[in-house]
């Protein structure tokens, strides 16, 4: 006897999501939030230490870029974070 999955579960500021398709909506609700997170993660490994106030604006630029028509993808992230002067310079 299968044991029933329970795919909800509330996110930190309340809202509540259920399932895959729950959690995409939320996602999708915080795009900024989202491609700064992923961006911040993927910068900090990149540069293989933390981040520092100093590259907030990097962040911002890239996120900002993300958010531009056909900009959305990880390999164009990628491309940004490679081309960005913390990482040319590390």
């Known amino acids: 006897d299968d044991p029933r ?3 909800s579960a509330t996110l930190l500021d309340g809202t509540p999501i259920k399932g895959v398709q729950g959690l995409q909506e939320a ?3 915080r795009e ?4 700064s997170c992923l961006t911040r ?3 900090t490994y990149a ?3 933390e981040l520092a ?3 907030e604006q990097t962040i911002k630029a890239i996120v900002k870029d993300l958010r531009e028509p056909g900009h959305d993808t990880l390999p164009h992230l990628i491309e ?3 081309l960005s002067e913390q990482f040319q310079t590390r």
Do not use: H, P, W
Not at 32 to 35: C, G, R
């Open 41 to 43: 993660k993927m910068m």
């Open 80 to 82: 940004l974070i490679v």
């Open 53 to 55: 106030l100093s590259d």
């Open 5 to 7: 999955i329970d795919a």
């Open 32 to 35: 900024d939030l989202f491609l």
């Open 47 to 49: 540069l293989g230490r």
């Open 27 to 29: 996602l999708l609700a």
